[in-house]
């Protein structure tokens, strides 16, 4: 199996600060990387499909990059709305894996 | 608009059985592949299982194969988790979730609300 692994686990950061968090798969996995969003409660959102291409409806201060093993997930300047734990996701071969999530908090 | 609404969740004893079921809308179901995800109190997200659109193409994570059967009826625009031999850590809210329709069939476009199932005696 793929193991996706994320970094940091938890920031901490400001309004307006830029955010970045990195998933490292165990293997090649091209551009078939996902990211989500979820807040407390609430089931989660995808971001980011195929590493860099933004869902519908979703702002444009996220923003992915990265291939083969390496992958970013970028918050331009950080919102209120914003704080929530991500994760990665590799959607190159079953079974589909996440990374262990990276929890943005107030600073 | 996509609507997802899982169902059937609920306390069960370890070595119970409990079936969830995902009620599809907006969206013709029979065009796209389902995949169920689970979520352990406080944990991470984990992929359990993914069946394509037609129903004959179907994968499970190794921690539920052989428990767990995942199914559709395309005429009722539902997705089934079937759960046997229930054990304390697959206690966790389940979510059903669509595909995107594009990218692959894992990158999960929607989701339901989710169920929580809670495996104790």
């Known amino acids: 199996d793929i193991q996706m692994t994320q970094s940091p686990s938890s920031v901490s950061a400001s309004v307006g600060d830029r955010v970045t968090i990195t998933c490292r798969a165990s293997?090649?996995?091209?551009?078939?990387l996902a990211w989500y969003q979820q807040k407390p409660g609430k089931a989660p959102n995808l971001l980011i499909y195929?590493?860099?291409s933004l869902q519908s409806g979703v702002p444009s201060r996220f923003s992915g990059s990265g291939s083969g093993t390496d992958f970013t997930l970028t918050i331009s300047s950080l919102q209120p709305e914003d704080f929530a734990t991500y994760y990665c996701?590799?959607?190159?071969?079953?079974?589909?894996?996440f990374g262990g999530g990276t929890k943005v908090e107030i600073k | 608009e996509v609507q997802l609404v899982e169902s059937g969740g609920g306390l069960v004893q370890p070595g119970g059985s409990l079936r969830l079921s995902c009620a599809a809308s907006?969206?013709?179901?029979?065009?796209?592949?389902m995949n169920w995800v689970r979520q352990a109190p406080g944990k991470g997200l984990e992929w359990v299982s993914y069946?394509?659109?037609?129903?004959?193409?179907?994968y499970y994570a190794d921690s539920v194969k052989g428990r767990f059967t995942i199914s559709r009826d395309n005429a009722k625009n539902s997705l089934y988790l079937q759960m046997n031999s229930l054990r304390a850590e697959d206690t966790a809210v389940y979510y059903c979730?669509?595909?995107?329709?594009?990218?692959?069939?894992?990158?999960?476009?929607?989701w339901g609300q989710g169920t929580l199932v809670t495996v104790s005696s």
């Open positions: 979730a669509r595909d995107l329709g594009f990218a692959t069939v894992t990158t999960l476009g929607y």
């Open positions: 069946i394509s659109s037609s129903g004959n193409t179907i």
């Open positions: 996701q590799q959607a190159n071969r079953f079974p589909s894996t």
């Open positions: 293997q090649g996995i091209s551009s078939w």
């Open positions: 907006g969206f013709t179901f029979s065009s796209y592949e």
């Open positions: 195929a590493a860099s």
